[in-house]
């Protein structure tokens, strides 16, 4: 069992700047591949941005060049720096962490707000 907590999401103005944590309960590299989804109201979850093990990023096409995705393996975290945040990227942001074995684990989903 994976347990991921996530913070930092909250209300930001149009064209400001979020970072999302992600905390593991295991280790980064026993986890295959780590990122962020996300859900609008109304709306089916995608993907935001994604991380094979020991792999290349993957970004939706339309947060490329403003979201960048980082982690800190001493701390278990993964970091989603949002910037130049618009109206559209309002959603629930999720986390998402899939296995060797192909299990997956989500945290609880964190609320990203952008409006004036």
């Known amino acids: 069992q994976v347990q991921l907590v996530e913070s930092g999401g909250g209300l930001v103005q149009p064209g400001g700047s979020l970072r999302l944590s992600c905390t593991a309960s295991?280790?980064?590299?026993?986890?295959?591949?780590m990122g962020w989804y996300r859900q609008a109201p109304g709306k089916q979850r995608e993907l935001v941005a994604r991380?094979?093990?020991?792999?290349?990023?993957i970004y939706e096409d339309s947060v490329k060049g403003r979201f960048t995705l980082s982690r800190d393996t001493a701390s278990n975290t993964q970091y989603l720096q949002m910037m130049s945040l618009k109206p559209e990227d309002t959603a629930v942001y999720y986390c998402?962490?899939?296995?060797?074995?192909?299990?997956?684990?989500w945290g609880q989903g964190t609320q990203v707000t952008v409006s004036s």
């Open positions: 998402n962490a899939e296995m060797v074995d192909g299990q997956a684990y």
């Open positions: 295991v280790s980064l590299f026993s986890i295959h591949a």
């Open positions: 991380k094979l093990r020991y792999g290349s990023t």
